[in-house]
């Protein structure tokens, strides 16, 4: 019996208007608009989406989620395109066989580059099934509705899951926008639950550390002594006892067994099994400036400006921070197998899954296409960790055992002393200023290793494993993003402020021994501390209040917005208590992403304690606020760990801070009360929000120790010992 033609559904037009680029264009008709770059170049819509008979949506993204909440927030981008509850979406992890290739997560761009591309696919998703709708009801697919999972005009009502089998996602995405229906409670905006939290609150397995596979062995690798050792001997005699299996290429060794603890006992055998060739390789510790400023360089000419004008005073300072680990929480591993039929699967928690298996298959000679690599969730990562070369160790390891999958985990020695660190830096900075104060002429000089040795760069696999094989592969000195993305070096060189007559120029060193790439912000950290530090001894010799020296250099609306809302909410210029002190920090991360502004209190008498952070920022349009808050308030917690605390220590051969003890970190005790004002402008795109506290937080908590104590440290960290080095110190 045929369906009787129904009346024109009641439908009203809804304009929840966003910018070019941003997550959703409202409008009645289809909207043309440009394909997001990460869909462009994985274009079918069944590598993102798909639907089971049950309703539930399988979402694919090629972001992968470290702890930093992200597939929630893609969650709600692609259920409120989709029309249905959150809980019908679900998020799987990132693959290379079955999801797209979005590259890295990293920089703080997942949503500013995975969410428009989820919204576009899930709205093309939707149109697709209302038009399946309306062709089996004989209407016009503009009169069908979708709210809550269900598509429906009037009477007539069918789900996802019952078109399941009829709608055809194998098709590539088109230019055209279909509108999002405004006949649904909206997601977006809003703090949904993250969808990670219960299992870890609960402790179920999670991570790949509980990762258990059929047949599963456990795998560890003995590490070198330091950096430039070789293998000279092996007594394999003392494993005979040992139900473990031994593994040596060339100076790569390891042991595999079923039993996590004999694995475990056997490596450290192996470790007074072995005998070693150790040279002096690496710096002087005490004297990173100089190793840094040592050459030979890469000159990178960021802004070559004008000469200064001839009027005026000269000021000048010198600034530095020193390697640092990434210290996560638990130590990286990873897992594989090698196949029968001569594939490659691996499991990994590295940033960068496709980039991981080009590398893996760089150092083997094998074509990627027999590798699968897929994200497993692990300890937070805040750049280029350990991940990436625990998975090798995997891949290494399982060679000797086909058809066997094996865990490789990495010791917390290992962590501290082997996974890549964030480059030592140092900075020269020099201002001309007029009689009152104002800036006339800026000069920028910041010297550093790069901040980039990911698998894959330079044209080599860039996995530490693969320096101390029979064949051993030679990794030049780290590179640094160019400068369109972000840059390395010279990430946040270029100041915010309307300065004339500036000149910026990043050094990075081409030669060093010390292994170093991305850590959270790469150079932004420093360069922000140096320049809003700077900032405030301008302030001071100008003899004025550093927030109004701020603004009046200052014409950004969008920074001055978050730099005020910051000051308000910290109570800006109102008195403090003796031995107390207030400092501000402000920058916008990469010049381009969210603008932040960080007010601290510090206390600082016998040791430096920092009592509370007030933070604005500006990321453009919420995605979901808590996400947003929690990502500030990890960033601004780190930052002050390393503004206090951290520090990789090494002789000239070895590493020395190789546990909690040598490296320590910020105590949960000693953790700021910290508060978040969110500065929305939803007429604006979204941008990420993961690294913008990193550089404000440091100067702001430098700046309140110089206010509470009338001493300037300007290197890092700010121990009791450098604050009395400063006051040492003949400037003083």
């Known amino acids: 019996m045929p369906l009787r033609r129904p009346p024109p559904c ?189 299992d870890k609150v609960a402790g179920r397995p999670r991570f790949i550390h509980d990762l258990r596979l059929p047949g599963q062995l456990f795998g560890r690798v003995l590490r070198p002594p330091s950096p430039g050792a070789e293998l000279l001997r092996l007594d394999a005699t003392r494993f005979e006892a040992m139900n473990v299996e031994l593994v040596r290429d060339g100076s790569f060794v390891g042991v595999v067994g079923a039993d996590e603890a004999e694995v475990t006992r056997a490596v450290e055998a192996l470790r007074d099994a072995t005998s070693w060739d150790e040279r002096d390789t690496l710096p002087d510790e005490d004297d990173l400036p100089g190793f840094l400023r040592s050459g030979p360089h890469e000159t990178i000419d960021v802004l070559t400006g004008e000469p200064p004008p001839p009027a005026g005073r000269t000021i000048r300072a010198s600034y530095s921070r020193p390697f640092l680990a990434h210290a996560s929480m638990a130590p990286s591993c990873g897992v594989a197998r090698w196949n029968h039929d001569g594939t490659l699967s691996v499991w990994s928690h590295s940033q960068g899954i496709h980039g991981l298996r080009a590398a893996i298959a760089l150092a083997l000679d094998m074509d990627a296409d027999r590798i699968e690599v897929e994200h497993a969730e692990g300890a937070g990562s805040y750049g280029h960790n350990a991940a990436d070369d625990a998975a090798f160790d995997a891949v290494l390891l399982a060679r000797s055992v086909p058809g066997r999958p094996v865990q490789a985990q990495w010791s917390r020695r290992d962590e501290l002393a082997w996974s890549p660190f964030g480059s030592a830096m140092s900075v020269d900075v020099e201002a001309r ?214 520090r990789v220590r090494f002789d000239r051969r070895r590493v020395t801070s190789d546990d909690w003890e040598s490296y320590p970190i910020l105590r949960f005790s000693e953790a700021p009360e910290i508060h978040v004002e969110l500065v929305e402008d939803p007429g604006l795109r979204s941008v990420g929000a993961g690294e913008a506290a990193q550089g404000p937080t440091a100067a702001a908590i430098a700046n309140a120790v110089a206010s509470a104590i009338g001493v300037r440290v300007r290197d890092l960290p700010l121990t009791r010992e450098a604050v009395v080095t400063a006051i040492e110190s003949p400037d003083f």
Request: charged residues 25%; aromatic residues 6%.
């Open 433 to 646: 200023v007029g009689e009152s104060g104002e800036v006339l002429a800026w000069s920028y000089d910041v010297w550093s290793q790069g901040h980039t040795s990911r698998p894959g760069y330079a044209g080599v696999p860039g996995l530490l494993a693969g320096a101390y094989l029979e064949r051993p592969w030679r990794y030049p000195a780290p590179a640094d993003p160019p400068q369109a993305r972000g840059a390395g070096t010279a990430r946040n060189a270029v100041p915010i402020y309307d300065f004339p007559h500036r000149r910026i120029t990043g050094h990075r060193l081409l030669r060093t021994p010390i292994r170093s790439s991305s850590l959270r912000a790469l150079g932004a950290f420093m360069n922000v501390f140096a320049i809003e530090s700077f900032m405030d001894e301008l302030a001071l010799s100008a003899g004025a209040d550093p927030l109004a020296y701020r603004l009046a250099h200052l014409g950004d609306e969008r920074g001055r917005r978050v730099l005020e809302r910051a000051a308000e909410a910290a109570g800006w210029g109102t008195p403090v208590a003796e031995g107390t002190g207030r400092g501000i920090g402000f920058a916008r991360y990469k010049d381009k992403g969210a603008y932040c502004a960080v007010v601290a209190e510090v206390e600082a008498e016998t040791e430096i304690r920092v009592r509370r952070l007030t933070i604005a920022v500006d990321v453009g349009l919420v995605v979901n606020p808590d996400g947003v808050r929690n990502q500030i308030e990890g960033g601004a917690t780190q930052a002050a760990s390393w503004t206090l605390k951290e």
């Open 10 to 198: 009641r439908t009203r037009r809804h304009e929840r208007r966003f910018p070019e680029g941003g997550l959703m264009t409202v409008e009645r008709e289809a909207v043309r608009t440009t394909i997001p770059n990460t869909l462009e170049a994985n274009p079918v819509l069944s590598r993102w989406v798909s639907v089971d008979a049950d309703g539930i949506v399988d979402v694919r993204v090629g972001k992968v989620e470290l702890g930093q909440g992200i597939l929630t927030a893609l969650s709600q981008i692609a259920a409120e395109e989709l029309g249905v509850d959150l809980g019908q979406v679900r998020m799987r992890p990132a693959n290379t066989r079955h999801g797209p290739n979005e590259g890295l997560t990293a920089g703080s761009m997942s949503i500013a580059q995975s969410g428009p591309a989820v919204r576009m696919v899930c709205a093309q998703v939707r149109a697709r099934f209302v038009a399946e709708a309306a062709r089996r009801w004989n209407v016009g697919a503009e009169r069908v509705t979708v709210r809550q999972g269900r598509i429906r005009c009037d009477e007539l009502v069918t789900s996802y899951g019952a078109l399941a089998g009829a709608v055809d996602l194998d098709v590539p995405a088109g230019p055209e926008a279909p509108p999002a229906h405004g006949d649904r409670p909206l997601i977006v905006g809003t703090s949904a639950p993250r969808l990670d939290v219960p």
